[in-house]
């Protein structure tokens, strides 16, 4: 599992396409869409119109995979923070019942305001 605990993950990237959809499809319940994929050097965040899965690619090879998932109705309350002049990364931070707080990081341009709207809808 991921270390949430750390409240730290690796920088994020959009990727502009799902290019991890194979993987993470067959987790799928009826009725759950992809939203958006954002990847670092190997590991992965998807989200879904339901939830949260964040991707722990693992060992040499990367045949082991680590599947976090994070349910928007956990979700106790949420910042973000957008990129500056000088700062150029956007920051999500999610308080989980029962887990505590997790933190994606992203780099670059990213529509960390459409997220924040997504899990607004979501738990409000």
Do not use: H
């Amino acid at each position: 599992m991921i270390d949430f605990k750390n409240g730290f993950f690796l920088k994020l990237k959009k990727t502009g396409k799902f290019v991890n959809q194979s993987t993470v499809a067959p987790l799928f319940v009826p009725g759950e869409e992809l939203i958006g994929e954002y990847q670092a050097i190997r590991d992965y965040v998807i989200f879904t119109n339901k939830r949260i899965i964040a991707v722990n690619v693992q060992g040499i090879t990367g045949k082991k995979i680590d599947f976090s998932t994070l349910p928007y109705s956990k979700i106790q309350a949420f910042s973000i923070e957008t990129a500056g002049v000088l700062d150029l990364d956007s920051e999500l931070e999610m308080y989980f019942s029962g887990l505590g707080k997790v933190k994606f990081e992203f780099s670059g341009e990213n529509d960390i305001v459409q997220l924040g709207k997504l899990i607004s809808e979501k738990i409000l």
